[in-house]
């Protein structure tokens, strides 16, 4: 498959807001991908590099080191897809002494072999712009287009397998046969479970009626794995830290079990039992080493114990095998409470410093990867996970400082994130600082005023609601927005969406459902 015909499928993309329209053209170049001598080699490359991921990961190629290297782009079309990803695979094989010039030559011989248009793909793909997180999405719709496949069948398999590039080889190469055999494997990370946001925690009790209500620790998401004496830790993003986390190692080594997959959160903890900064918590996830902050782990479910998988089984099912594998290190909380019972534990949560409550569906599977209404999040403030776009320099005590920040909503149909508004509230003179040292190195372009960034980085913002505005394209602003934090655990596929920046609109100003 020339690599041409990824470039164009691009273009075709990025030309157009129609969620189906793209969902046919991926569909049509995954059928085509399947038809090549290389078959599932080459699906595997169109539906990595078309939500704008390599199969390799990140290169650690910088835009200053592609624009340097000015290589004359080629009169005609010769790559191919395949050749594409084996220069990358050498790429990303390239290290140690003299690393830096090899991995010249070979860009400059990857990019010599382009056309203008590929050239153009392959600096966007290699820098992150082709970054769009929302596009997943549309990516598994059309896989299923494609594989002639249920797209929940898909979707549950993506779940399973965390690899949309296998995912994708799986059903288009090997149909329904191949999905149904992707399953729960032990020490393979699947996707986690989402919550959406409730109105208020009787709103939330209303809708839905037999429900657990348990603590929303301000602390990091984990799913531990076990398989004998095999402790495999992961993040939210599916990143493994076991090594960065012995004692959790240790603590579920001495479970009363075989098997094990359980999910929960981690924090680090004061002295007095109350959880640190969040920041702190982080800061173990990116050590390669054990450190002597020391993290706590509550659990608050369980899709797996001695051989048994329970992703399928309702909530109140799998919370009976977490008591009976990891009692002592449950989340505090209580199910099928009386109002006043869940109020009170709601006020508890927030008096030992965490974020308010979850109020879970006792009758709910584990929908992995999903943001459905069985888990709901109950806040005492509203807020939102947004991309940073862009900051601009700063005045007065901030001078030669990047602060204030644009910020962006996820696309659902897979187009750039969509900019609601700007803050410069809540950054202290640490953040000043880190912004200042980090923005320069996701640049994708600067003026006298801004820095402008690829889609990377999530913030957390705090706000007092939204409101109707001309000003951005989303036809909305945040008001009064602060920054909280940075949320290094999240990617930009996991911010929120601009839909649900609008549903944040007072009803009188939500837009009409006609």
């Given at each position: 498959?020339?690599?041409?015909?990824l470039?164009?499928?691009?273009a075709?993309?990025?030309a157009?807001?129609?969620?189906?329209?793209k969902?046919?053209?991926l569909?049509?170049?995954l059928r085509?991908?399947?038809?090549?001598?290389e078959?599932a080699a080459?699906?595997?490359?169109?539906a990595?590099?078309?939500v704008g991921?390599?199969?390799?990961g990140?290169?650690?190629?910088?835009?200053?080191?592609?624009i340097?290297l000015d290589v004359?782009?080629?009169?005609?079309?010769?790559l191919?897809a395949?050749g594409?990803?084996?220069?990358l695979?050498?790429l990303?094989?390239?290290s140690g002494s003299g690393?830096r010039?090899?991995?010249?030559e070979?860009?400059g011989?990857?990019?010599?072999?382009a056309?203008?248009?590929?050239?153009?793909?392959l600096?966007?793909l290699?820098?992150?712009?082709?970054?769009?997180?929302?596009?997943e999405?549309v990516m598994?719709?059309?896989?299923?287009r494609?594989?002639?496949a249920?797209?929940?069948?898909?979707?549950?398999?993506?779940?399973?397998?965390g690899?949309l590039?296998?995912t994708?080889?799986?059903a288009v190469c090997?149909?329904?046969?191949a999905?149904?055999?992707?399953?729960l494997?032990?020490?393979r990370p699947i996707r986690?479970?989402?919550?959406?946001?409730?109105?208020?925690?009787?709103?939330?009790?209303a809708?839905l009626?037999?429900?657990?209500v348990?603590?929303?620790?301000?602390?990091a998401r984990?799913?531990?794995?076990?398989?004998?004496?095999?402790?495999?830790?992961?993040?939210?993003t599916l990143r493994?830290?076991t090594a960065?986390?012995?004692e959790l190692v240790?603590?579920t080594r001495s479970l009363p079990c075989e098997?094990v997959?359980?999910?929960?959160?981690?924090?680090?903890?004061?002295?007095?039992?109350?959880p640190?900064p969040f920041?702190e918590?982080?800061?173990?996830?990116?050590?390669?080493?054990?450190?002597?902050?020391?993290l706590?782990?509550?659990?608050?479910?369980?899709?797996?114990?001695d051989?048994v998988?329970?992703?399928d089984?309702?909530?109140a099912?799998?919370?009976?095998?977490l008591?009976?594998?990891?009692?002592?290190?449950?989340?505090p909380?209580v199910?099928?409470?009386?109002?006043?019972?869940?109020?009170?534990?709601l006020?508890?949560s927030?008096?030992a410093g965490?974020e308010?409550v979850?109020?879970?569906?006792l009758?709910?599977?584990?929908?992995?990867?999903?943001r459905?209404?069985?888990?709901?999040k109950?806040?005492?403030?509203?807020?939102?996970d947004?991309v940073v776009?862009a900051a601009e320099w700063?005045?007065?005590?901030?001078t030669?400082?990047?602060?204030?920040?644009?910020?962006g909503?996820r696309?659902p149909?897979?187009?750039?994130p969509?900019?609601?508004?700007?803050?410069f509230k809540g950054?202290?003179?640490?953040?000043?600082?880190w912004?200042?040292?980090?923005?320069p190195?996701?640049?994708?372009?600067?003026?006298?005023?801004a820095m402008?960034?690829?889609?990377e980085?999530?913030?957390?913002?705090?706000?007092?609601g939204?409101?109707?505005?001309?000003r951005?394209?989303g036809?909305?602003?945040l008001?009064?927005a602060r920054v909280?934090?940075y949320?290094?655990?999240?990617g930009?596929?996991?911010?929120d969406?601009?839909?649900?920046?609008?549903a944040?609109?007072?009803?009188r100003?939500?837009?009409?459902?006609?």
């Amino acid at each position: 498959m020339l690599f041409a015909e990824l470039v164009q499928v691009s273009a075709a993309m990025a030309a157009t807001r129609s969620r189906l329209a793209k969902v046919e053209a991926l569909a049509g170049l995954l059928r085509a991908a399947a038809a090549e001598p290389e078959g599932a080699a080459a699906v595997r490359v169109v539906a990595a590099y078309l939500v704008g991921v390599p199969l390799q990961g990140r290169l650690g190629t910088g835009w200053r080191t592609l624009i340097r290297l000015d290589v004359p782009p080629a009169e005609a079309p010769s790559l191919t897809a395949a050749g594409v990803d084996a220069a990358l695979q050498s790429l990303a094989g390239t290290s140690g002494s003299g690393s830096r010039g090899r991995r010249a030559e070979l860009l400059g011989a990857l990019l010599g072999a382009a056309t203008a248009e590929e050239q153009g793909f392959l600096l966007r793909l290699l820098t992150g712009e082709l970054r769009q997180g929302a596009l997943e999405g549309v990516m598994l719709d059309a896989v299923a287009r494609a594989a002639q496949a249920p797209g929940e069948q898909v979707r549950r398999a993506f779940m399973l397998s965390g690899s949309l590039p296998d995912t994708a080889a799986a059903a288009v190469c090997g149909g329904a046969q191949a999905l149904a055999a992707v399953g729960l494997r032990v020490g393979r990370p699947i996707r986690p479970m989402l919550a959406s946001s409730a109105e208020s925690l009787p709103a939330a009790l209303a809708e839905l009626g037999q429900a657990s209500v348990e603590y929303k620790l301000d602390g990091a998401r984990i799913q531990v794995h076990r398989d004998g004496d095999q402790v495999s830790v992961f993040t939210r993003t599916l990143r493994d830290i076991t090594a960065s986390v012995p004692e959790l190692v240790d603590l579920t080594r001495s479970l009363p079990c075989e098997t094990v997959v359980l999910d929960g959160e981690t924090l680090a903890l004061t002295d007095e039992g109350r959880p640190r900064p969040f920041q702190e918590t982080m800061s173990r996830f990116g050590a390669a080493s054990e450190r002597d902050l020391l993290l706590h782990p509550y659990f608050f479910d369980c899709l797996h114990l001695d051989g048994v998988d329970l992703l399928d089984a309702p909530l109140a099912q799998r919370h009976s095998a977490l008591r009976r594998v990891a009692g002592p290190y449950i989340i505090p909380g209580v199910h099928r409470p009386a109002a006043d019972e869940a109020l009170d534990l709601l006020a508890a949560s927030l008096s030992a410093g965490h974020e308010g409550v979850m109020v879970k569906a006792l009758d709910a599977p584990y929908a992995a990867g999903r943001r459905g209404r069985s888990w709901q999040k109950v806040k005492p403030s509203h807020t939102l996970d947004l991309v940073v776009l862009a900051a601009e320099w700063g005045h007065g005590r901030r001078t030669g400082y990047l602060s204030n920040l644009h910020l962006g909503a996820r696309d659902p149909d897979g187009g750039a994130p969509v900019m609601v508004g700007k803050t410069f509230k809540g950054l202290t003179d640490e953040l000043l600082a880190w912004q200042t040292a980090r923005f320069p190195k996701l640049a994708v372009r600067r003026t006298d005023a801004a820095m402008y960034l690829r889609p990377e980085l999530v913030v957390e913002i705090e706000l007092d609601g939204v409101q109707v505005s001309p000003r951005y394209p989303g036809g909305v602003a945040l008001r009064f927005a602060r920054v909280l934090r940075y949320r290094p655990d999240k990617g930009p596929e996991e911010a929120d969406t601009i839909d649900a920046v609008r549903a944040l609109l007072p009803q009188r100003d939500a837009p009409s459902a006609e």
